[in-house]
């Protein structure tokens, strides 16, 4: 019997070491070969009006931004604005590709967001054939998009002037923000609520994209004890009661609006509620980061400190 | 049991020759239109890189990941449903299901939060490893549980693996109220299986264990036979039954694990190829495993097919085309049955 188990072990042992190196040599693999990839894209300079795939909604409006619209060939699931991208082939989440329709497509190149690489399984399939990746680094700041469009300069050819438009109105818009913010005395504390419907509630820690737009806006996110969304209980919003409760549009109607919201226990007794002070709005505009981030900062200002609706 | 009233010689051969009809017929549909010529050429000729990539890399592959893990799964389901003299049980009984959900699920979750460093490169093959081991787990302790004495009480196990199966779901289910919406969109898709990222890799590791799984459940068929009359009896016919247990769970476990590891959960295919037939052909299980080896097969490669072409350029999970084609022709054969005063 004591034999019996060893060899069960040596067995499941073996197979484990299988399966990992199996796993981890395809994606170490990866590492490497994506910069020696990079690099000869880089030598080459460029897809001049080069077929691109878009699989993320940031990317799309980026590119939409720069006047490269043209070139965007499919989008994914995530990719709504503007909204003449609805037009394009809808290739689905970018966890749930279908490898054949991209290739069938015959992009020249595949754009993505690093922190999506996770979910991209086809990574490797496609990199082998002849449609380049690449992976654009993003981050929860104002000047997002005109980080990412620099980046993608290396690559695409981009008017100079389309990214200087960009920085232009990004800078302008900041330092309106900024000199809005100097005459606010004290600063409101905005709850970010995530709904899709009643069964579905989270609210947003420190550290989310949804954080970083309030406190862009001059306010503060009303938790800071925990990181990324947690399930919203009573209590938790007892104890943070914000002053303002802030919602994607489509998080507020599919909890019916206002009186769905005020069904929840503990929203009712939180002061947001009870001055009224909800705000919704477009979930992509407020927390994608990407060109008009700065415009939703200044939004979001306003509805926060100028004219509550 | 029913009788098949048809020359039993020819029923291997019939499959095989499906089979092997359905790959030759998956190889022609896909998103990425290729005439018969063009097929042909890129496969014998190696005439153009890019049509030879497309079948060689990502459709041949996907075919022969789909053709193992049916075959694995609908195999499994047979000799579990003969195991446990059950033709309703199916693999998720011995809690290998919901051990791989479970750690699935962990997986998915904390790599968000704890393994954010490792991240996300690595992301796919650490929750096809963590599932992996999180199968084997839970029907080690499933079966731990029910031996005593070196004898493993069947009607126990089953009890300990619906007891276990709940609570790993409940372990699971306070993950997913804690994941994010992102977190839940891949725990979502994977519970409803793909195989949207098929690689030779994963066959070569999917590949060897199905084999040796099938290999090892076909030796016991005729303890399996042997079984069906009661335990008792069979072990008065001289088999080793409680070998005969643990070496089927053993290999269902291994089988299971690793094509969920690689697919996510498939459901439907363990329970209802063998179920199916066992009412054409009754139940002998010479017979049973060998052609649930094949139907299996044959039943995920015609359903991937779907999958991957009916709603492109996107595609469908493989979870909800097996149940969707699977369970109404299921009906329609016990319906058909019943009017044909057929018990099952």
């Known amino acids: 019997m004591l034999i019996n188990i060893s060899l069960k072990l040596k067995l499941f042992l073996f197979l484990l070491g299988l399966a990992t190196f199996g796993c981890q040599s395809s994606s170490s693999e990866s590492i490497t070969s994506d910069s020696k990839e990079t690099k000869v894209v880089k030598e080459q300079k460029a897809f001049e009006n080069g077929k691109i795939v878009s699989l993320s909604g940031f990317i799309s409006e980026v590119l939409y931004d720069l006047g490269l619209e043209q070139q965007i060939i499919a989008r994914d699931v995530t990719s709504t604005y503007p909204e003449s991208l609805a037009t394009l082939p809808n290739l689905g989440h970018v966890s749930q590709l279908n490898t054949e329709a991209i290739i069938a497509l015959q992009p020249d190149v595949i754009i993505i967001e690093q922190a999506q690489l996770g979910q991209f399984k086809q990574y490797e399939q496609l990199r082998k054939s002849d449609i380049s990746i690449i992976t654009v680094p993003s981050s929860h700041s104002l000047s997002n998009a005109v980080h990412a469009a620099e980046y993608l300069k290396q690559y695409l050819s981009i008017d100079k002037q389309e990214i200087a438009d960009l920085k232009a109105q990004i800078i302008a818009d900041s330092m309106k923000l900024e000199s809005q913010l100097a005459s606010i005395s004290e600063k409101a504390k905005v709850l970010f609520i995530y709904a899709r419907s009643t069964g579905r509630l989270m609210v947003a820690g420190s550290n989310t994209s949804a954080a970083a737009i309030i406190e862009k806006a001059g306010a503060l996110n009303a938790i800071s004890s925990f990181e990324s969304f947690k399930p919203l209980s009573p209590e938790a919003l007892i104890e943070a009661s914000p002053d303002i409760i802030l919602m994607f549009r489509s998080g507020l109607e599919s909890l019916d609006g206002k009186q769905g919201l005020a069904q929840i226990v503990g929203i009712p007794q939180t002061p947001a509620y009870q001055n009224n002070r909800i705000i919704a709005m477009d979930g992509h505009y407020l927390t994608a980061f990407g060109p008009r981030a700065s415009k939703a900062a200044l939004e979001l200002f306003s509805q926060i400190y100028i004219d509550p609706l | 049991m029913t009788e098949f009233k048809g020359n039993r010689a020819i029923i291997i051969p019939t499959l095989v020759s499906i089979l092997l009809l359905s790959i030759i017929g998956a190889l022609f549909f896909g998103a990425y239109h290729l005439s018969i010529q063009e ?301 044909q005063n057929i018990a099952i």
């Open chain 2, 39 to 339: 097929i042909w050429s890129a496969v014998f000729l190696n005439d153009n890189s890019a049509n030879r990539f497309l079948i060689l890399q990502i459709r041949l592959p996907r075919i022969a990941l789909s053709a193992l893990i049916g075959a694995g799964l609908s195999v499994s389901g047979a000799a579990i449903q003969g195991l446990f003299r059950n033709p309703l049980a199916d693999q998720t009984l011995i809690g290998v299901t919901s051990g791989a959900m479970l750690f699935a699920v962990l997986s998915i979750v904390l790599s968000g939060s704890i393994l954010a460093q490792l991240s996300e490169l690595f992301k796919q093959s650490t929750i096809a490893l963590a599932a992996f081991i999180g199968g084997l787990l839970t029907t080690y302790l499933v079966y731990f549980l029910s031996s005593s004495d070196g004898r493993t009480k069947v009607t126990t196990m089953l009890l300990a693996g619906i007891a276990i199966s709940a609570f790993a779901a409940a372990i699971s289910g306070i993950f997913i109220y804690l994941s994010d919406d992102e977190q839940l969109r891949d725990i979502t898709f994977w519970s409803l299986g793909s195989f949207s990222g098929a690689n030779w890799i994963q066959v070569l590791i999917v590949g060897p264990i199905v084999l040796i799984g099938i290999i090892g459940l076909m030796l016991r068929s005729k303890a399996l036979n042997a079984i069906l009359l009661g335990e008792k009896e069979a072990v008065y016919l001289g088999i080793e039954v409680e070998k005969v247990k643990s070496r089927v769970i053993l290999l269902t476990a291994l089988m299971v694990g690793v094509c969920i590891a690689m697919s996510g959960i498939i459901g439907f295919v363990g329970l209802v190829i063998p179920h199916l037939l066992r009412l054409v052909f009754g139940t002998d299980y010479r017979l049973l495993l060998k052609a649930s080896v094949f139907l299996g097969a044959v039943f995920m490669i015609i359903t991937d097919t779907l999958a991957r072409t009916i709603v492109a350029p996107s595609e469908l999970p493989i979870g909800i085309l097996t149940a969707m084609i699977g369970a109404p022709f299921f009906l329609w054969l016990l319906v058909k049955a019943q009017h």
